[in-house]
């Protein structure tokens, strides 16, 4: 009666786009997902960028920052 016997049909085609659907889903969410870090692979810091750095976290004084920065924009 109404091709209940006549195998999965349409129904295995539509479980398995789910299943598609579903998985990509996932990977979609773990590759966009805020918590993961930006890859900065092929971007190089410059050498002033290194010396603002050390100013900022206080490894050079002002004097010798001024002096790496007089040095490097020559």
């Known amino acids: ?3 209940a016997f006549e195998g999965m049909g ?7 786009l789910s299943w598609v659907l579903f998985l ?3 990977i979609f969410l773990a590759i966009t997902s805020p918590g ?3 890859s900065n692979a092929g971007q ?4 002033l960028e290194i010396a ?9 004084s002002q004097r010798e920052f ?3 920065r ?5």
């Not at 349409?10 to 398995?16: D, L, P, R, V, Y």
Request: hydrophobic share 45%; no cysteine.
């Open 36 to 38: 993961r870090k930006p």
């Open 10 to 16: 349409w129904w295995m085609i539509f479980g398995a």
């Open 1 to 3: 009666m109404w091709g």
């Open 24 to 26: 990509g889903a996932i």
């Open 66 to 68: 001024e002096q790496l």
């Open 52 to 60: 603002r750095r050390r100013y900022a976290s206080g490894d050079i």
């Open 44 to 47: 190089r810091e410059t050498a």
């Open 70 to 74: 007089d040095d490097l924009l020559k």
